[in-house]
């Protein structure tokens, strides 16, 4: 059974550094590209960063490149988000999932929340 477990998400303060962290499992966590998305209040999921299966290649959402990156650890399958420098409109709830959506599993999420 695949499953995605994230974490690390709360309150924050605007220009907060928080690591969210997403543990895979049911899956040969090496071989997927992975990648995190966000979905604020009253909108839709979007894509906000991926990363090869290797970990040698990344990709971002224009709108937090320079401020998040992402990176995994293949012996722990656990795939990583580091958020720097957040704003308010980065609020929302950030779920992991394996590039190409091969299987139908989504985790709860964790809700990030930017407010002073």
């Known amino acids: 059974q695949v499953q995605f477990v994230e974490s690390g998400g709360g309150l924050v303060q605007p220009g907060g550094s928080p690591r969210l962290s997403c543990a895979a499992s049911g899956f040969t966590f090496s071989i997927y590209g992975m ?5 604020a209040p009253g909108k839709e999921r979007k894509l906000v960063a991926s990363i090869t299966g290797a970990g040698d290649g990344t990709n971002y959402e224009d709108s937090v490149k320079g401020r998040f990156f992402i990176s995994r650890d293949n012996v722990e399958n656990t795939v990583y988000l580091q958020m720097n420098s957040l704003k308010p409109e980065d609020t929302a709830v950030y779920y992991c999932k394996e590039v190409g959506w091969r299987f139908n599993s989504w985790g709860r999420g964790t809700q990030v929340i930017v407010s002073s």
């Open 35 to 39: 990648s995190w998305y966000r979905q």
